[in-house]
């Protein structure tokens, strides 16, 4: 049977340097990805992951188990992209593409070239929003956390988190209309 998230955190709080390895080997893909769709290209994203994972050792003490380690963990690199973010504020960069990333829907190179085509579309939109909008909409949809999770892991209220849901949303379908995705199909 699998440790749990909080029981590999009460092993690597005592000390149990695997029971972090594990910890990082679960969580890294999705950690990655969250820094990803924050920051906008792999380097970046990898600095943030890296210095969470770091901030999940240091400050594992700090680990209360009323929250979902994932709250938790959310939190911690949500930070990070934002510290990360602001230090490179007057440098902008394109995205670059997710190497091996596929939807898994396209089944001829027509189908893939047009889903990629999509994706990088949607990771240049989300680079217009601002930086918490992003962030949130990054928490809630990359990494899955519920609202109330959002709220806490932010610090924020429920109706500031489903506002900038709400804005980043609508800020997303309008930029995609303009560039001919998205919408009803006949």
């Not at 969250?34 to 994203?45: E, K, P």
């Not at 909008?133 to 990359?142: D, E, G, K, V």
């Not at 892991?153 to 609508?170: N, T």
Request: glycine share 8%.
């Amino acid at each position: 049977m699998e440790a749990s998230d909080e029981a590999l955190v009460a092993r690597f709080q005592a000390g149990d340097v695997a029971a972090f390895e594990g910890f990082v080997r679960r969580h890294q893909d999705r950690i990655f990805s969250v820094a990803y769709r924050m920051l906008g290209n792999a380097a970046d994203a990898e600095e943030a992951a890296s210095a969470a994972f770091l901030k999940v050792y240091r400050k594992a003490a700090s680990y209360d188990p009323r929250w979902r380690v994932t709250t938790w963990l959310g939190r911690l690199v949500a930070n990070c992209c934002v510290d990360h973010h602001r230090r490179r504020l007057r440098q902008v960069r394109r995205p670059d593409p997710l190497a091996g990333h596929s939807d898994g829907r396209a089944e001829n190179p027509e189908e893939s070239y047009a889903a990629g085509e999509r994706r990088r579309l949607l990771e240049e939109s989300l680079l217009t929003l601002a930086a918490e909008t992003r962030l949130i909409l990054s928490l809630r949809y990359a990494q899955g956390l519920s609202v109330a999770e959002v709220a806490r892991a932010r610090g924020m209220g429920l109706e500031a988190v489903k506002g900038h849901l709400k804005r980043g949303k609508a800020a997303l379908r309008r930029r995609l209309g303009r560039l001919g995705i998205g919408g009803r199909k006949p």
